[in-house]
């Protein structure tokens, strides 16, 4: 199956890129998943980031990382892995600074106890540099974050689905723990107002990080 329509031509250098990693993530898959189905991801993650993406240049690196997260959650949703971390998902609008925000502190609280993911209902290019700027003044370096959409496959694998005022629909399936904190995007705001929904995010994710903890 050839998912290599919805590029250009021009790219023709990016498909090729793309192509190694598709050969690398079947070695790294090899019996869990077809080839058929990491093409798939693979090509899907990186035309889901073009949509928004402003400088191409390292696309095929994110799609790498982007395809590789979607398919450990498939695995996760999967049952392919038995006694794994819990899984955190975190959804906001644009996905550059809420859920952004809210990653970067729960990674930053649990280490490697947790593994955490965030996502949006519709991605903006990058995270906001304000927010950026914020969490780095917290020690928390995010500089390699980038957006990327909400994808089924993420949701499945999620034992926790925090919403942080979205108002798109993502999927809803039973046994996971659904969240609504209703925050405003600081992604245009001043840093002084960053500051506040870092420290508003922070309350929440402490209390989250302390119930699961338990």
Same mark, same amino acid.
């Given at each position: 199956?050839?998912?290599?329509?919805?590029?250009?031509?021009?790219?023709?250098?990016? $498909?090729?890129?793309?192509?190694?990693?598709?050969?690398?993530?079947?070695?790294?898959?090899?019996?869990?998943?077809?080839?058929?189905?990491?093409?798939?991801?693979?090509?899907?993650?990186?035309?889901?980031?073009?949509?928004?993406?402003?400088?191409?240049?390292?696309?095929?690196?994110?799609?790498?990382?982007?395809?590789?997260?979607?398919?450990?959650?498939?695995?996760?949703?999967?049952?392919?892995?038995?006694?794994?971390?819990?899984?955190?998902?975190?959804?906001?609008?644009?996905?550059?600074?809420?859920?952004?925000?809210?990653?970067?502190?729960?990674?930053?609280?649990?280490?490697?106890?947790?593994?955490?993911?965030?996502?949006?209902?519709?991605?903006?290019?990058?995270?906001?540099?304000?927010?950026?700027?914020?969490?780095?003044?917290?020690?928390?370096?995010?500089?390699?974050?980038?957006?990327?959409?909400?994808?089924?496959?993420?949701?499945?694998?999620?034992?926790?689905?925090?919403?942080?005022?979205?108002?798109?629909?993502?999927?809803?399936?039973?046994?996971?723990?659904?969240?609504?904190?209703?925050?405003?995007?600081?992604?245009?705001?001043?840093?002084?107002?960053?500051?506040?929904?870092?420290?508003? $995010?922070?309350?929440?994710?402490?209390?989250?990080?302390?119930?699961?903890?338990?």
């Amino acid at each position: 199956m050839s998912t290599t329509a919805e590029i250009p031509e021009s790219q023709e250098s990016q $498909i090729k890129l793309l192509n190694r990693v598709v050969e690398e993530l079947n070695k790294k898959y090899e019996g869990i998943f077809s080839a058929e189905t990491i093409e798939r991801y693979v090509f899907e993650s990186y035309t889901a980031l073009a949509r928004t993406a402003k400088i191409r240049t390292h696309l095929p690196l994110l799609a790498e990382h982007f395809a590789t997260d979607r398919l450990e959650a498939l695995r996760h949703a999967g049952d392919e892995i038995k006694d794994s971390l819990p899984q955190v998902l975190f959804v906001c609008t644009r996905n550059v600074g809420r859920s952004q925000i809210a990653s970067a502190l729960l990674k930053h609280y649990a280490g490697g106890e947790v593994h955490v993911r965030s996502a949006g209902i519709l991605p903006d290019a990058e995270v906001h540099p304000v927010v950026l700027d914020v969490l780095a003044e917290r020690g928390i370096d995010i500089g390699k974050a980038y957006p990327k959409p909400l994808t089924d496959d993420v949701v499945r694998a999620s034992d926790y689905v925090v919403n942080l005022g979205c108002d798109g629909a993502y999927p809803m399936y039973p046994g996971k723990h659904y969240l609504d904190w209703d925050l405003m995007d600081p992604g245009d705001e001043s840093p002084e107002r960053v500051r506040a929904v870092v420290d508003e $995010i922070d309350v929440h994710i402490r209390e989250l990080w302390a119930e699961m903890s338990k």
